[in-house]
């Protein structure tokens, strides 16, 4: 089984976000770029699936140079190989596009991606690969199984409740807990990352449909109404006569 | 030339989140000098049908279809794209639900449209430009994006736009997709819904959340007594998940559900800045601890220093004798 996994380069969980003076790009100064969280739930258990069928995983990322650690991360975790799309990912549809070309060429049996990237939040990249391919997403998935070597069994999450899909290979999947335990690469995956492939591809050229023209950062609250324990029931009467939610 | 705007339907009424799309969707018409239609599959009464008047639909073209009343993305993404051929949309909106953001995806593929998802506000429509605003980082920033297709797909964050009510009616007219069988080969094998009588978390107004602080499952009846005199959703932090003190659906933050209700209620929980991206866009956010550093009261806007067990059963009580 021929198994892709989408990464994407994220700020580190707990950085702090700037922006560049004029507000239209994000300040890269001082942030620790990390492999996307959900990203990471989709390697995996892409992993834990070569390692019960056979197979090869490849990590792919859309990215400039600056990637590559991270790539080397994930083939640390795990991964066989790697490409990356030398490219800085302009918007979701450009990622799709250059996803999509790579796929076309090397025809897997499953792509598994993130949830959603945390820098972009788009929730968008993994339909639009499905959709580039013809193929079918299963987006957000919190379960993926085997039945045979040609289907598979996917939980995933619906608003209020879940959804049992089964699907034939090849597939779009998305992940997100609890599909799989992170795992943090050991001195031996470290070790031999460093001479597994990381191939460098040029983009195809592709439209971009979306122009990120400045940034801002939410209004600063206003600070906090301290409330004694004692007269805890104050804290009601305020939400509705003070704040009007209640 | 009109603003398309799909609505969900649950138990046959018009999702709440619909009908914040139905609104925004009446107001970027009224803005482009157009008119909203909505389009509505699946089990959906004809009264809530026509009620969308009261969010500004002038029509809904209804697909009555009873296989869609379980999302099939294929089948859905044909029945929109036929409504958006229909109407020459222009625009189209989405609740940034899993189903919107999963069918705006594919329709911006298909139509060749822009799309934005996680969108907070009405666009910019001025000098021919269409500029939204969504929110990006987890909720720590906003980007202002420019939609350059000629068709402009839009999924709303949820809880941010305010649905009016102004006493229309909508027309309702037949759209029928001729949907084939083989439209339907991704249907779900089964649907589960979550055993509740409460209330949905990602559509709640108002949400009570607890954490480690709370030190046990068993104490989790004082989450949910305050909840049910509020009439809100239960949520938690991510270890209480982790620890199987909570299903992981009710897990917000980072990596989690992001969750931007009126009112959040934090119970026991520190306030990680992992935690705070999921909830961070709450409008009124009250944090219980006993800790008087916790991280949380700095994104706070009413506060208790105190100690759970104590000052739960109190706010219970509050809540209980307020009329509602
Ligand atoms: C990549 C990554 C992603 C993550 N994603 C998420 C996420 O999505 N959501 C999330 O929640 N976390 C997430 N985390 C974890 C996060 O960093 C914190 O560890 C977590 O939020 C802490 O949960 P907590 O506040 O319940 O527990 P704790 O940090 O242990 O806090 C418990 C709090 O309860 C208070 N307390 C104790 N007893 C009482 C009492 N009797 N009365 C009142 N207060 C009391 C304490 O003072 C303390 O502040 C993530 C972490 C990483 C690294
Ligand atoms: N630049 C990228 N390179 C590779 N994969 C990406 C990239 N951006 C997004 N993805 C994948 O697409 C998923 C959804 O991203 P998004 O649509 O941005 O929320 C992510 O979790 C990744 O798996």
New interface residues.
Partial sequence: MKILVCISNV?D??AK?N?TADNREFDKNGVQFVIN??DEYALTRAIELKEAKGGTVTVLNVGEADTEPNIRKALAIGADDAIRVNAFPKD??FV?QQIAAVAKENSYDIILMGKES???????????V???LGI??V??A?KLDMVDDATA?LE????????????KLPFVASA???MAEPRIPNMRGIMTARTKPLKVAEPVSAD???????????EK??G??????EN?????????NE?K?? | MSVLVFVEGLNGEIKKSSLEAATYGSQVAQQLGTTATAVAIGEVHQEALTKLGEQGISKVLYDGDARLSQFVADAYVKVIAKAAGQESAKVLIFSNSNIGAAIGAKLAVRLNGSLATNVTELPKTDGGSFTVTRGVFSGKAFAEVALTGDLKIIAIKKNSIDITNSGGTATVETLAADLADSDFVGAPKETVMQESDGVLLPEAEIVVSGGRGMKGPENWHLIEDLASALGAATACSKPVSDMDWRPHHEHVGQTGITVSPNLYIAIGISGAIQHLAGVNSSKVIVVINKDPEAPFFKAADYGIVGDAFEVVPKLIEAAKALDK
Avoid: C
């Fill in positions: 700020p969980t707990t976000i922006f969280p959900w979701s549809f799709a945390i820098d972009y939040n788009g929730s968008q990249v993994h339909n639009m499905g959709e580039l079918p997403s987006v957000p919190f069994r995933r999450e619906i608003e209020g409740g879940k959804e049992v899909v089964e699907v997100q807990q609890p971009v449909k979306a122009d990120y023209i400045n940034y801002s950062k939410p609250k206003g906090v109404k301290m409330i004694e324990p805890a029931g104050e804290l009601i009467t305020l939400l509705r704040a939610v209640l």
